[in-house]
């Protein structure tokens, strides 16, 4: 489609296709959400509007799905129940090994193990934690269960009958939730971390045997002084996820 006229020019990312020529005002809002929006670790306590976050789950919702079963459902915890939840989780993390509804990767390998710690790395660098010391990265893997301070959590489940293709859609879902939350101002992290003690999740939120969960989104306003949030993980390049078969 070509940009209409009188349109903002769209500035192209810097993993754009060689030769990329501008298209569209509504492809330049995308890349900037996309090239912008980032895993927030540090939130302040403030409580969003309802209408906000409602927009947030309007814009997710048109979220495509395998023959449109459309499987997500959020349950959205804030407040005292919050609370709850975070002082059950740090009491059972401390005495359960995980079990998670969806088995952990087996293993990361190659390019996947040196991102992955090339992106902890880049964090405990950011936090001022030394590599080796086990104590202050303990503390910071912590956070996870205390939401990072956020005031909102989000537990993102799937309906157990659909398997790998309802979590597959679930992942689409979280993606486009937290794009949409950037493009209001609202910070956002997916945590895989929160789904390792369903049981908990299950005991505290009520929710049924019946949904796989499949992680956690942690939302509110950022806490823009906290130096966690001033850390920003690297993409490849786009020419290395391709493989052309012309």
Same mark, same amino acid.
């Given at each position: 489609?070509?940009?209409?006229?009188?349109?903002?020019?769209?500035?192209?990312?810097?993993?754009? $296709?060689?030769?990329?020529?501008?298209?569209?005002?509504?492809? *330049?809002? &995308?890349?900037?959400? &996309?090239?912008?929006?980032?895993?927030?670790?540090?939130? &302040?306590?403030?409580?969003?509007?309802?209408?906000?976050?409602?927009?947030?789950?309007?814009?997710?919702? #048109?979220?495509?799905?395998?023959? *449109?079963?459309?499987?997500? #459902?959020l349950t959205i915890a804030s407040g005292a129940t919050?609370?709850?939840?975070? *002082?059950? &989780?740090?009491?059972?993390?401390?005495?359960?090994? $995980?079990?998670?509804?969806l088995p952990w990767p087996r293993e990361y390998r190659g390019v996947y193990q040196d991102r992955r710690r090339e992106c902890g790395w880049g964090l405990y660098e950011a936090l001022g934690i030394a590599r080796g010391d086990r104590e202050a990265s303990a503390r910071q893997a912590a956070q996870n269960f205390a939401m990072f301070g956020a005031p909102h959590l989000a537990i993102v489940?799937?309906?157990?009958?659909?398997?790998?293709?309802?979590?597959?859609?679930c992942g689409a879902y979280v993606g486009n939730f937290m794009l949409a939350a950037h493009s209001l101002g609202v910070g956002s992290v997916a945590q895989a971390a929160l789904a390792a003690y369903p049981a908990v999740l299950r005991e505290v939120l009520d929710i049924g045997a019946d949904r796989t969960i499949v992680c956690g989104i942690s939302f509110g306003?950022?806490?823009?002084?906290?130096?966690?949030n001033r850390f920003r993980t690297a993409r490849a390049d786009w020419s290395g996820s391709v493989d052309w078969k012309d």
């Open positions: 489609m070509a940009a209409a006229s009188g349109s903002t020019p769209v500035h192209l990312g810097p993993d754009s $296709p060689p030769g990329a020529a501008p298209d569209s005002t509504a492809f *330049n809002a &995308l890349s900037d959400l &996309l090239h912008t929006r980032y895993s927030c670790r540090a939130f &302040l306590p403030t409580p969003l509007p309802r209408s906000t976050i409602e927009h947030m789950l309007a814009a997710a919702q #048109r979220t495509a799905s395998w023959c *449109n079963a459309q499987p997500w #459902r919050l609370q709850r939840l975070r *002082n059950a &989780l740090q009491a059972h993390v401390a005495a359960t090994a $995980p079990h998670p509804d489940t799937s309906d157990e009958a659909l398997g790998v293709y309802g979590a597959v859609d306003m950022a806490d823009l002084a906290h130096p966690a």
